[in-house]
C-alpha cells in the first residue's frame, strides 16, 4: 500500500434518515448480532428495525403517543427485543415481525394491574403521566450450568422420551476417559442423580397434539390476538424447551430508581434486587460465569459497579426446571384460555347482531300498528300458515331471500365458531394447564414444609378448581349449542319456506305445491321451541355474555381484599356444580336467584367470571413462586469506581480470564477524562468472589490516543475501537490495542494503534458514534454521523487479514487528498 494511500474496510451499506435518531446522545441504537438486525428509536417515538442493507424490516409503534423509548436490547438469539417506555413500563417483541409477546412495568404503582374479574385485553397504555422510574438498561444472557460431563450428557437427552430399562441399557460417553461407558459402571450416586432428574424433567405434554390457532374473526384483542392467531406463532409459544438443566436464559430490567428485575426465560419473574437505589447506566455479563455486573451512577455523580451472583446448579436444576417450565406454560395458557373466551363472547355478539336488527326494527313496526310483536306473529304463521299483511310485506320486501341468507350464515357461523373455539382451542388448553398445575402440586406437596419449594399446595388446588369449573361450564354451553343449532337450522328451513310462499303469493298454485312438497318435513317440535325460548334469549346469553359492573364491583388493589369478597370468596368448583343444577331448572329470560349467594350468583356459570376468577389464582400462584425464587438471589456486592468527576462512559464488558488457575471474570470499563479528550482509562475489576476491588488498586491503566476521541466501543478482548479526529478535522476508526489478560500492564504491543478506517473529507458524512456488533465470520462495525441523520455499515472481518498492512495513526497527517478512499 502507498505511503499516501489511505486504509478503508469494505463498505456494507450506507444509510440517510429522513429523521434524527439521536444516537450521539443516547445508547439508543442495538444491533442484533444473530441477524444483522438493527434497532433505532426514532424520532416519532417509535422502534424502527432495518436490515443492515438499510431497508427497514418492521417498526414498532406505541399506541400511548406520549412517551419515549429509554431502552433497547436484542436477545442473544435476535427472537425477542425489549423496548423500554418512558411510561415506566417495557415489551417483548418478536424480533420477527415486532409483534407484542409480553410486557411489564418497573413502576409498582399505578401501573400495578387492578384485581378483577374484567377480561379486556392490556394494549400496553398507561394513562398516569405522573413521574416515576422508567427502564433503563436490559441485560440478556444464555448461561451454561457447571453441571459434570455426565449430568450434562443426561440433561442433553432428557427431550427424548425413554422408559426406564432403556436408559439402564443406554451407554454414553465419558469425555474424561474418551470411552463409551454403562450407566452401571458410573459412580452410584449421579447415576442414580441422572435417572431422578430424568424423572423429574419428564414432560407428558409432549405426547399431546399441539394447541390450534385461535381465529379472531375482526376482534380486536391486544397482543395475545397476534400471539395466538397463526399456527406458527401459537407453536412458537408452547414450543417444548430444549437443552433441559443445561442453559439458563436469563433476563435483567434495570430501573433508574436502582431495581433489578430477574427473570428466566423472558416470563418467569425469579425476582427483585436493588443496586444501592443509584440508576443503572451499563450491564454486562459472560455465559460462562454466574456473575452480572451493573454500572451505576449516585446521585453525587460517581460510578460503583455492582455484582449480583445467580445461583445458575440451581436455577438450571431438575426441580427449578420444572418449576420455571410449568410456570411459564401455565402463563402462557392463560393468555391463550383468555383470548379464546374472549373470542368466544365476540363470537356470540357479532352473530346476534345482524337478527336482533332485523327484528327490532319489526317490532317497532308492529308497535306502531298494534299487532303485537314479531315473534306472537311468528308463532301464529306457523301454527296456522296464516299471513297477516304486515308479516307477507315483513317477509317478503325485508327479510326476502339475500337478508334471509346473511342471517343463516351468520348464526351458523355463531353457533359453529363457538363449538369450535371450545373444542378446539378451550378443552385442551384447560386440560394441559392442569397438567402444569397438578405437576407443581405435587412438588409443593413433597417439598412441604422445606425451602427446596416454598409455596403451599391450597394455592394450587384452587387454581384447579377454577380449571374444573371453567370445564363444567364449557360441557353445558357445547350441549345448549348442539340443541339451540339444531333449533335454528328447523327454524332457518321453515323460514325460507315462508318467503317462497310470500314471493308466490299465498293461496297461488306456486305456494300450494311448495307446502305440499315442504311442509311435511318440517321438524315443528324443534322449530316452536326457537320461536318460543331461544329466538329472542339464548340460553348461552347466561353463560357466555360479559355481566354488567361485574368488573367494576369486583375491583380491588390486593389479592386479599379481592377474594375477601363475598362473591369472590363463594366461588369454586362445588359451587358452579350447583348453581348449573338450579340454573337448568330455569327459563332463558329468567334470572338465578340464590340465597347462599346474593350478589350476582349468575357470576358461578359465566364462562368470563370464571376465567377472570382462574387468572386471579394464577396470579397468586405465580406471586408465591416469584417471592420463594426471589430469595435464591443474592444482594449485589457494590464496588466504588475512582473515576474523576464528570468521566464520560463509553463502554463496559466482561472477559473471562480462562489463564487463571480458576476460570475468573472480570469487567473492563473504558471510559474518557473530562480535561481531555485524547486519553483513555481502563478499570479493570475482579467479580466476586474471584476478587474484590480494583485489580490493579485505584489507578486504571491510561491510554495515551494522541487525537480528539469521539466515540470508543470494545470489540474483543483484546482491543478497542476509537472514533477519532485529529487537528485538521479528519475523521478515521482506529484499532487499540489492549492488555490481556485483563490485569497485565506492561508488554510493547498494548497501546499500539493501527487505523484501519479512513473517512473521505469530502463525503459531508460527519462521524458521531460506534456500535460493534456481529458474529464470528460477520463482525460490523456502524458509525452513526450528522446529528444521527445518516450511519455507514463498515466490514470488520477482513481487519485481522490487513492488519500488517494497514498504516498507522502517524499517516493520518497528510493532507486532504490523501483522505480519500482509493
Not at 474484590?692 to 474483543?716: C, M, R, W, Y
Not at 475523521?731 to 499500539?752: K, M, W
Amino acid at each position: 500500500m502507498a505511503r499516501n494511500a489511505q486504509p478503508s474496510l469494505p463498505l456494507i451499506s450506507e444509510k440517510v434518515f429522513s429523521g434524527s435518531t439521536k444516537p450521539a446522545s443516547s445508547d439508543l441504537v442495538a444491533y442484533c448480532d444473530a441477524h444483522d438486525l438493527i434497532a433505532i428509536a426514532a424520532e416519532t417515538h417509535d422502534v424502527v428495525v432495518y436490515r443492515i442493507t438499510g431497508h427497514p424490516a418492521f417498526a414498532i409503534k406505541r399506541r400511548n403517543g406520549e412517551a419515549e423509548v429509554t431502552a433497547l436490547e436484542w436477545k442473544h438469539d435476535g427472537s425477542v427485543l425489549a423496548v423500554g417506555w418512558s411510561d415506566g413500563t417495557y415489551g417483548l417483541y418478536s424480533g420477527e415481525n415486532g409483534r407484542l409477546l409480553s410486557q411489564g412495568s418497573v413502576r409498582g404503582g399505578a401501573r400495578e394491574r387492578a384485581w378483577t374479574l374484567s377480561l379486556a385485553p392490556d394494549y400496553g397504555d398507561d394513562e398516569d403521566e405522573d413521574a416515576g422510574p422508567v427502564v433503563t438498561r436490559f441485560g440478556w444472557e444464555w448461561h451454561v450450568t457447571s453441571l459434570s460431563s455426565k449430568s450434562r450428557h443426561a440433561a442433553g437427552n432428557l427431550d427424548t422420551q425413554r422408559s426406564t430399562e432403556a436408559w439402564c441399557e443406554e451407554k454414553h460417553l465419558d469425555v474424561d476417559t474418551g470411552e463409551y461407558v454403562d450407566h452401571a459402571t458410573v459412580d452410584g450416586r449421579e447415576t442414580i442423580a441422572d435417572l431422578s432428574a430424568a424423572v423429574a424433567t419428564l414432560d407428558v405434554t409432549q405426547v399431546l397434539p399441539r394447541l390450534s390457532a385461535i381465529p379472531s374473526h375482526g376482534l380486536r384483542s391486544g397482543p395475545d390476538g397476534s400471539k395466538f392467531g397463526t399456527q406458527a406463532t401459537t407453536d412458537s409459544v408452547f414450543a417444548a424447551p430444549t437443552k433441559k438443566s443445561l442453559h439458563v436464559d436469563a433476563l435483567f430490567v434495570c430501573s433508574s430508581e436502582g431495581s433489578v428485575q430477574v427473570l428466566q426465560d423472558e416470563t418467569v419473574r425469579i425476582g427483585t434486587a436493588s443496586v444501592g437505589g443509584w440508576k443503572p447506566l451499563l450491564h454486562a455479563s459472560h455465559e460462562k460465569t454466574s456473575c452480572h455486573s451493573i454500572l451505576s451512577l449516585d446521585e453525587g455523580g460517581a460510578l460503583h459497579a455492582s455484582f449480583m451472583e445467580l445461583p445458575l446448579d440451581t436455577l438450571g436444576g431438575p426441580l427449578l426446571d420444572v418449576i420455571a417450565t410449568n410456570t411459564k406454560r401455565i402463563q402462557n395458557l392463560l393468555a391463550y384460555i383468555t383470548q379464546t373466551v374472549r373470542c368466544i363472547q365476540h363470537d356470540f355478539t357479532a352473530g346476534l347482531q345482524f337478527p336482533a336488527r332485523i327484528m327490532t326494527n319489526m317490532n317497532t313496526e308492529l308497535a306502531e300498528k298494534q299487532e303485537g310483536d314479531v315473534i306472537t306473529n311468528l308463532y301464529h304463521l306457523a301454527m296456522t300458515s296464516d299471513f297477516t299483511p304486515t308479516m307477507l310485506e315483513w317477509l317478503v320486501d325485508i327479510v326476502k331471500e339475500t337478508n334471509h341468507k346473511r342471517w343463516d350464515q351468520a348464526v351458523n357461523a355463531m353457533y359453529a365458531n363457538i363449538q369450535n373455539h371450545i373444542f378446539f382451542n378451550l378443552m385442551p388448553a384447560l386440560n394441559r394447564l392442569s397438567i402444569a398445575t397438578t405437576t407443581l402440586r405435587g412438588h409443593a406437596r413433597f417439598h412441604e414444609g422445606t425451602s427446596k419449594f416454598e409455596v403451599a399446595p391450597e394455592v394450587l388446588t384452587y387454581m384447579l378448581e377454577g380449571i374444573d369449573s371453567l370445564r363444567l361450564v364449557a360441557h353445558k354451553i357445547q350441549l345448549i349449542i348442539m340443541t339451540e343449532h339444531r333449533q335454528f337450522r328447523a327454524f332457518s328451513k321453515w323460514l325460507r319456506v315462508m318467503i317462497e310462499i310470500g314471493v308466490a303469493g299465498p293461496g297461488s298454485k306456486g305456494a300450494i305445491e311448495t307446502e305440499e312438497r315442504e311442509v311435511p318435513n318440517f321438524d315443528y317440535p324443534l322449530l316452536l321451541a326457537y320461536l318460543k325460548d331461544t329466538m329472542t334469549c339464548s340460553l348461552l346469553t347466561r353463560y357466555i355474555a360479559e355481566l354488567p359492573d361485574l368488573g367494576v364491583l369486583s375491583s380491588a388493589s390486593q389479592d386479599a381484599e379481592f377474594f375477601a369478597l363475598p362473591l369472590i370468596a363463594r366461588m369454586g368448583y362445588d359451587r358452579t356444580r350447583e348453581a348449573l343444577g338450579l340454573v337448568s331448572e330455569l327459563k332463558s329470560d329468567q334470572e338465578l336467584v340464590w340465597k347462599e349467594v346474593p350478589h350476582e350468583p349468575g357470576a358461578l356459570v359465566s364462562l368470563p367470571a370464571l376465567t377472570g376468577y382462574l387468572a386471579a389464582n394464577v396470579r397468586v400462584a405465580v406471586d408465591r413462586i416469584t417471592g420463594w425464587q426471589s430469595k435464591m438471589l443474592v444482594a449485589p456486592a457494590s464496588v466504588p469506581i475512582g473515576a474523576p468527576p464528570e468521566a464520560i462512559v463509553l463502554d463496559m464488558h466482561m472477559v473471562v480470564d480462562a489463564d487463571a488457575l480458576s476460570t475468573s471474570s472480570i469487567i473492563r470499563l473504558l471510559m474518557m477524562p473530562p480535561e481531555t479528550r485524547q486519553q483513555l482509562l481502563l478499570y479493570s475489576i475482579a467479580c466476586p468472589p474471584a476478587g474484590a476491588g480494583i485489580s490493579n488498586g485505584e489507578q486504571p491503566i491510561v491510554l495515551d490516543t494522541d487525537h480528539e476521541v469521539l466515540d470508543a466501543k470494545f470489540s474483543g478482548p483484546r482491543d478497542c475501537l476509537l472514533l477519532i479526529r485529529n487537528e485538521q478535522g479528519q475523521y478515521a476508526v482506529v484499532s487499540f490495542a489492549l492488555p490481556f489478560p485483563p490485569q497485565h500492564v506492561g508488554g510493547d504491543d498494548v497501546g499500539e494503534r493501527t487505523m484501519i478506517h479512513a473517512f473521505p473529507v469530502d463525503s459531508g458524512f460527519t462521524p458521531e458514534k460506534l456500535v460493534i456488533g456481529g458474529r464470528t465470520g460477520k463482525t460490523v462495525c456502524l458509525v452513526f454521523g450528522n446529528e444521527g441523520r445518516e450511519w455507514k455499515a463498515l466490514d470488520l472481518e477482513p481487519m485481522p487479514d490487513v492488519s500488517g498492512d494497514l498504516v498507522s495513526t502517524d499517516d493520518f497527517r497528510g493532507d486532504e487528498d490523501s483522505m480519500r478512499m482509493e
